[in-house]
């Protein structure tokens, strides 16, 4: 089992950054693929960004291409989410998760992912 923790989150003006941190403890973080999902109030949640165990490749959803940086440090078992250029409709609870490298790096689907986080809400205001 693996057991994520983020943390992170908070308010903050349109233009401005944030800086998510997730945290796995249990088994070795290192042999999963991470990935961060968001959810806002009354829409399903939606894919973000995920990396690769190793941490060589980082897939984006088209929303946030350019603006987010997905990254991880093995020695530490943590993944990050740079958020950069926030913008209103990025407000929602965002979530860490952690699956196998075949199954659930290369997709957009939250039932693909095994482990996730309780969230931490950002708040983006205009």
């Known amino acids: 089992q693996v057991q994520l923790v983020e943390s992170g989150g908070g308010k903050v003006e349109a233009g401005g950054s944030l800086r998510l941190s997730c945290e796995a403890s249990g088994r070795t973080f290192s042999s999963y693929a991470g990935a961060w999902f968001r959810q806002a109030p009354g829409k399903e949640r939606e894919f973000v960004a995920s990396?690769?165990?190793?941490?060589?490749?980082?897939r984006y959803a088209d929303s946030v291409k350019g603006r987010f940086i997905i990254s991880r440090d093995n020695f530490k078992n943590t993944v990050f989410l740079q958020m950069n250029s926030l913008k209103p409709e990025d407000t929602a609870v965002y979530y860490c998760a952690g699956g196998d490298l075949s199954r659930s790096y290369y997709s957009d689907y939250a039932r693909r992912w095994d482990y996730w986080g309780q969230g931490t809400q950002v708040t983006v205001s205009s």
């Open positions: 990396i690769r165990p190793s941490g060589s490749t980082t």
